[in-house]
């Protein structure tokens, strides 16, 4: 009775929203002038470094990657033997099956904030709410959420609790433009569908599936409602709810905000950017593909990085394992290596990573993941000084390693990316450049930094003194026309080391 009422009310409040929106007015500039908004904070330039969590219901097959709610309803897709196989035919037994699987009886969100800190992250969250619709925080916008059903935790609000605890900052990642079925008119319903077939939502909407049930409840997990039941109450509404209880310092967005109608773009916009000011936050949004002005927004590049140092501040979402964003069994890991050096480039570009963990559905990070963190927060804890806080230089680096060109469509060209020490990047602090070799070079060897080089080089910079960051051992170095040449230390290990350049 409860969850009915609840729906009657949803589905009788859009109709009085949408007048609102018939003579407003949308000035991307008068948002920022007003509220003297800055899109690009100083404590995330000052950060670098971000964790979130791909983490729900679709973490509960293991199987595939995060698209398994959509791919599961596809009959030629082995997404869909796959549930047939295990939990029964997706025509009876729908992704809702799912949903009391998802316990997350293991979750602790101490631990999870304590392992992302230990990591050298400086700001962290969750996935909110993906493209399958699963609220993970106490709202009202649907009843498919982590505190009604599966793990009847508010796992928003806990990780938000932790991360005040330990001085962090908040991120909270929206995916849920995509739920809206709009297609629903146009297709042939009984045709099997393929990948690219019905792109414009997330589920399939086909008449022999639960995609297309009349039931009050699955409409609102399967998005088979109306654009004036969507826009306002559930895309809009779950944003101005996180803001409302949960505050965060950023909101990320993947990418299919062009779907939205810019009415509503607006609208959350405005009163993210009005309220951080009543709060005295500095925040920001990130977006990807232009959907939203730079003037009220950063750039996220996903799985790819930028060719030379922006002058605007950039962000990229990178994964730890080498394919899916959520927990598959046999899930293929990145090395802490590879990451670091990724961390490095990305930061003497003027960028930030945002790096994704893939937990268990029963709430554990797996060891071989926490190891990564681990790895990647022991380089930092040494090498930190030459990453947080830190700006661009005049030029990011040099080295023969190169990057593919393009964005998340060139995602596994820029996979196959592999540093070595003769790849240097340069960040800088007050009277100190940082060169970072991205690999160990080989003890007592010299290495040449041509950032140096007397043709190029910044008029103020004066060399006077080098040193190894973690290395007591002194360093020979020398200026000369083609650069500063530095002997390298004896260290341990394959990680990328930093020379400290003191100026005068």
Known sequence: MKNALFILCLFLFPLEMVAQFENYKMDWTKISNESQYNSEPEWLKDAKFGIYFHWGVYSVPAYSYEWYPRLMFMENRKEYKYHKEHYGDPKKVGYEAL???????KFNAKEWVDLFQLAGAKFAGPVAEHHDGFAMWDTQTTPWNSVLMGPQKDIVG???QEIKKHGMKLITTFHHARLLQRYKNDVNRTKTPDFWDMWDSHFPYLENMPTSSNNPMLRLLYGNVTP???YEPIW???LKEVIDKYSPDVIWFDAWLDMIPEEYLYKFAEYYIKEAKKKGKEVTICRKQGDLPLNVS????????KQNIEPRLWMTDETISTDSWSYTENMELKTSKDLIDVLVDIVSKNG?????VSPRADGTIPVEQKDILLSIGEWLKVNGEAIYNTRPWYMYGEGPTTQPEGDFKNHKEFLKVKYSSNDIRYTTKENIVYAITLGMPKAGTSLLLKGFAGASVPSSVKVKN?????????IKWKETPEGLQVETPIMEGDKAISFKIECE
């Open 99 to 105: 949903v009391p699987l998802f316990k997350a009886e």
């Open 158 to 160: 806990e990780i938000q």
């Open 228 to 230: 004036e039941e969507f």
């Open 236 to 238: 809009f509404g779950a």
């Open 298 to 305: 950063i750039e996220n590049l996903e799985k790819s990085r």
């Open 352 to 356: 930030v990573l945002l790096l994704n």
């Open 466 to 474: 080098v040193r190894v960051l973690g290395s007591n051992q002194v």
